[in-house]
Every structure is written in structure tokens, then in C-alpha cells.
């Protein structure tokens, strides 16, 4: 199966080094907003094709080359548009930080601590023009620890589990040569708006 990886930091270079030699996963380029991003360097020392994003907001078609199966996002916050999907065989995935369709947003684990959350957790999702309402692929779950806040939580609990998650999906994914997705269900959905100090 042949993937595109939009992504950045400490959880794309993760979700990379576990997919590159991923049985049934070619990696035919890695997407960026930031040229000075560690995803860039460790793309290159594997002789993968990098791309920069024209507008560090969206990633579209012609960022995408031909002949993709899979987009998978690793810690993007770029809109990926319609004519990018288009030329994805089964569209595309990424990793949201709460159990959608609650927390639907940027500051989804601030918001699961600010709203007393005793369980967090992960959901890949498909990819499509809404923030975080596309049909849920898998979902995992942790605990919130009391005390915790959004930093420690993200980094004890929902980054790792986010970069297994998302490993363990593509594989599966690969291996079935399709993508199987539940609706989310709306009624039970909330909002996650960046938290102004």
C-alpha cells in the first residue's frame, strides 16, 4: 500500500520510524509545513521524498503524488482538501487526541482535563472537510490521572498511544486493502476551541 505522511515533530518522526519498514507499506513521500521540522531530516536519511506545504494551513492535490492508496496524518494541523483525498485510493486517516466525537477540535486534551474528564483517549479517524467529524477507524482509552494536566497527559498516555494506534491501523489497513469506519455519532458531539490564557 502506497501512503503519503503529513505530519511533524516528535509524533511524526514515531509514526515513521514504525511504518518504514512496515510490511505491505511503501512511504512515497512525507508532507511538511516547516523545512526545519525533525521529520525532515529523518525522511531524507531514509531517501524518502519530502514535500513543503505551499500554505502550512492546507495540503492540496498537487502536494499529493499519483498513484497514492493511503494520506495518514502524524500531527498535522493542515486541512487536507478535497482534491488532495481524491487522489488517495481510500482517502485519508489521521489521530485525534479524545474519544470523537467528543472533544472535536485543537485543544482537545485541554479540554478533557478542563472538563473533569476521568478517561481520555484516541480515535483514528477518516479525513474529509469537517475538523474531526469524519467516520471513526479505531479507538483506544486511558486514564486521567488526578492532578494531571493537558502536557503530562499528552505525553504519559495519549502520544503514545496515539503513535501505536495509528501504526497498528495502517498495517491493518495494508493488509485488508481497505478501510472499515463507523459514523460518529453527532449527538454526543463537543467542541474543543484553543483555550485563550
Known amino acids: 500500500m502506497n501512503i503519503v505522511l503529513v505530519g511533524s515533530k516528535h509524533f511524526g518522526t514515531e509514526v515513521l520510524s514504525k511504518l518504514i519498514d512496515a510490511p505491505s507499506v511503501t512511504i512515497c513521500a512525507v508532507v511538511v509545513s516547516d523545512v526545519e521540522d525533525r521529520l525532515v531530516a529523518m ?7 519530502v514535500r513543503v506545504q505551499d500554505n502550512p494551513k492546507a495540503v492540496g492535490g498537487h502536494e499529493v503524488p499519483e498513484g497514492i492508496d493511503l494520506i495518514v496524518t502524524a500531527y498535522s494541523h493542515a486541512l487536507i482538501t478535497n ?3 481524491a487522489k488517495a485510493r481510500l482517502g485519508g486517516i489521521g489521530y485525534h487526541p479524545s474519544l470523537l466525537p467528543r472533544h472535536r477540535g ?14 481520555a483517549g484516541g480515535t483514528i479517524y477518516q479525513l474529509n472537510d469537517k475538523w474531526d467529524a469524519g467516520a471513526i477507524v479505531a479507538q483506544d482509552w486511558c486514564f486521567v490521572l488526578p492532578g494531571e494536566d493537558a502536557g503530562s497527559l499528552w505525553r504519559r498516555a495519549l502520544s503514545p498511544l496515539g503513535i501505536s494506534l495509528l ?3 495502517v498495517i ?3 493488509q485488508e486493502g481497505r478501510v472499515q469506519a463507523v459514523a460518529q455519532q ?3 458531539a463537543t467542541k474543543a ?5
Open 43 to 49: 525522511a531524507q536519511q531514509h531517501g524518502l521524498s
Open 83 to 85: 482534491d488532495a483525498l
Open 106 to 119: 485543537r485543544a482537545a486534551v485541554e479540554w478533557t482535563v478542563k472538563a473533569g474528564d476521568a478517561i
Open 167 to 169: 501504526s497498528q491501523t
Open 172 to 174: 491493518h489497513i495494508a
Open 186 to 188: 453527532e449527538e454526543f
Open 193 to 197: 476551541p484553543v483555550i485563550s490564557a
